[in-house]
C-alpha cells in the first residue's frame, strides 16, 4: 500500500474520512491530549512532528496512538542535508516513523551550506542525500516526501522551491520509496502548479492545507492561518490532487502565533469547520 492508499481505519464523523489534524496547527497542545481530542472529535488521523514525540518517547507516542485506533498521516521531519549529522539524524526519522506506523516522512531539504552561493550544487546535494537514504526508507516500509517550500525560504531552510524541483528528484525513485508533499502555503503562487501536480499523479505521498494571510508577520514562517482565512483557492488544489489520483488524507498544518495562543480543542474544532467549508 501506497502513502497516497492510506486511509484511516477507525470510525469518523461525517466528512472526516480522510481528515487529518497536523499537531503543529496546536503547538502548545500535549500529545495526550492532541490524541484524545481528535478521538473525541471523530477525527481519524494526526500529522506528529519528530521534537513533541522524541520528548514522550517514539515507542509509547507509538502505543497512544494505537490504542486510540488513529492513524498517523505524516510525520515531520527529515531532511536538512546541509547539516554535519544528517545521514544518522534521517535514518532516526525513517526508524521512528516505523515505529510509529507512519508512511510519510517529509523532507525539508535544508537552506544553502554557510558561506556557499551554489544554488545547484545544494540542489544536487539533496539528491544525493536522497539516494542514500532511499533503500534504508524503502526496507522499512516509509516513504520520503519531498517538500518543495516558497522560495523566500531558499537561503536558509530548503533549496527545493517548486514542486517540479521535488518531481525532478522524485522521479528518479519508485513512487513508493520517494514522493512529493503539495502544501498549500507553499505551491499557491506557481503558474505551474496545477500542471506539476497532474505530473506528481501517485508520487504525491501528502497533501497539506493551510491559507497565506497578509501582511505576513514579522517571521514569514508563521503568516499561516486555517482555511478560508486566506486568499488560497484550498478546493481547486483539493480537486487537483484528487484528480491525480490521491485518495490520502489531508492534513491542516498551520504555524501562526495566534493560533497556538488558543486553546488546543478549540483550535482542531476550528480545523474541523474550516476543512468542510473550504477545502471539502
Not at 481519524?44 to 517514539?58: K, T
Not at 485506533?69 to 527529515?78: A, K, Q, W
Not at 544518522?88 to 506506523?101: F, M, Q, S, V, Y
Request: hydrophobic share 45%.
Amino acid at each position: 500500500m501506497t502513502a497516497s492508499q492510506v486511509a484511516p481505519d477507525v470510525a469518523h464523523a461525517p466528512g472526516l474520512a480522510r481528515f487529518s489534524f497536523n499537531q503543529a496547527t496546536a503547538k502548545h497542545w500535549p500529545l495526550e491530549e492532541v490524541v484524545a481530542g481528535c478521538v473525541d472529535a471523530g477525527v481519524p488521523g494526526i500529522g506528529l512532528w519528530r521534537e513533541p514525540v522524541g520528548e514522550y518517547g517514539a515507542q509509547r507516542a507509538a502505543r497512544l496512538v494505537r490504542a486510540a485506533g488513529l492513524t498517523v498521516t505524516s510525520l515531520c521531519r527529515g531532511g536538512f542535508f546541509t547539516a554535519d549529522d544528517w545521514r544518522t539524524e534521517n535514518l532516526r526519522a525513517i526508524e521512528e516513523a516505523a515505529t510509529l506506523d507512519c508512511p510519510v516522512l517529509v523532507l525539508v531539504s535544508g537552506g544553502l551550506p554557510p558561506g556557499s552561493r551554489d544554488l545547484d550544487g545544494a540542489r544536487q546535494r539533496v539528491a544525493d542525500g536522497i539516494a542514500e537514504l532511499a533503500p534504508h526508507a524503502a526496507a522499512a516500509g516509509v516513504t520520503l516526501a519531498i517538500e518543495p517550500l516558497h522560495p523566500m525560504f531558499c537561503a536558509d531552510r530548503c533549496v527545493i522551491a517548486t514542486l517540479g524541483q521535488a518531481l525532478d528528484i522524485a522521479e528518479r525513485f519508485e513512487p513508493g520509496t520517494v514522493g512529493v508533499v503539495v502544501d498549500a502555503y507553499h505551491v499557491w503562487w506557481d503558474d505551474t502548479v496545477y500542471h506539476q501536480i497532474a505530473r506528481a499523479g501517485d508520487r504525491i505521498a501528502a497533501f497539506q492545507v493551510c491559507d497565506w494571510v497578509t501582511p505576513l508577520p514579522e517571521g514569514v514562517l508563521l503568516g499561516r492561518a486555517l482555511p478560508g482565512e486566506g486568499c488560497i483557492d484550498l478546493r481547486r488544489l483539493r480537486r487537483a490532487v484528487d484528480a491525480a489520483g490521491y485518495t490520502g488524507p489531508v492534513e491542516v498544518e498551520v504555524f501562526h502565533a495566534d493560533v497556538w495562543a488558543r486553546p488546543g480543542r478549540e483550535v482542531l474544532d476550528a480545523s474541523v469547520r474550516s476543512y468542510r467549508e473550504h477545502v471539502l
